[in-house]
């Protein structure tokens, strides 16, 4: 299975996505994650992205790009992956087209978690992370089993820089702006699954899976 999550920040791309990989035994490919491993362990391609993902813009196409194509590329990925948070534009996603033909294989599901704008900022403004294992919790609709500790790994929580609302807000302006296209993009070449990401974790996980096989049955 070869899939990418899309949706406005907050949709839950993330939680689901790694529930789904887990299940499916296929890697999840997060760029935000990647993007924030490499802010915290101060690398170059972190120095570079920073800036940008404080703001709430996105991280330059040419940056971005490569280090999918990496990621793309290892032995982990060849027998399928989840994508959250890439492609973002529209330029990104005929890159992907080009990635994956160089590989010899194309998507088979583009799934778009669709929730409105003030869900999200409910979602985002009470989210805190693992800075070791990454999974993500809420403080009052996923909260972990001991108050501000991740329940795999004991870890602080965190809650993420560009989470403040006025940032929140010009996240879902850049959504509206270069990701939602994607939308029609993706409905062009028969490749989109629209599920409602309203509900508990375990409802869209049990919508994103049907969507999932049913992807799976018919490519
Ligand atoms: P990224 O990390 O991809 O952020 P995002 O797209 O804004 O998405 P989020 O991670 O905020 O939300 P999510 O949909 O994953 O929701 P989650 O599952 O956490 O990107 C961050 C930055 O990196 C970008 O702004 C950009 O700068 C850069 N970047 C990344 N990719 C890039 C690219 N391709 N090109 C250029 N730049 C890029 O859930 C949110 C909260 O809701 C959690 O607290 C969760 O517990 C809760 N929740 C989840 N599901 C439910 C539910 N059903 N009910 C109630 N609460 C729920």
């Excluded at 032995?75 to 990104?92: E, I, S, T, W």
């Excluded at 702006?177 to 375990?202: C, D, H, K, N």
Aim: with cysteine; net charge negative.
């Amino acid at each position: 299975m070869r899939a990418v999550l899309v949706g406005p920040p907050g949709a839950g791309k993330g939680t689901q996505a790694q529930i789904l990989a887990s299940e499916l035994s296929i890697p999840k490919v997060s760029t935000g994650d990647i993007f924030r491993a490499n802010v915290s362990g101060g690398t170059e391609l972190g120095k570079k992205a920073k800036e940008y993902m404080d703001r709430g813009d996105l991280v330059p196409d040419e940056v971005t790009n490569a280090m999918v194509k990496d990621r793309l590329a290892r032995d982990d990925a060849a027998a399928g992956f989840l994508l959250d948070g890439f492609p973002r534009n529209v330029a990104q996603a005929e890159t992907l087209g080009t990635i994956l033909a160089d590989l010899d294989t194309s998507l088979d599901v583009v799934l778009e978690l669709r929730v409105d704008e003030e869900e999200v900022v409910k979602r985002l403004s009470g989210r805190r992370s693992c800075p070791e294992c990454g999974r993500v919790y809420h403080v009052e609709y996923d909260p972990p089993n001991a108050e501000g500790r991740c329940d795999n790994e004991g870890a602080e929580l965190y809650q993420r820089e560009d989470d403040r609302e006025e940032t929140i807000r010009h996240r879902l302006e850049v959504y509206r702006e270069q990701t939602a296209p994607l939308v029609e993009f993706y409905a062009a070449r028969g490749l989109l699954a629209t599920i409602a990401a309203t509900g508990s974790v375990e409802e869209v996980t049990a919508r994103a899976k049907a969507a999932i096989e049913k992807a799976g049955a018919d490519s």
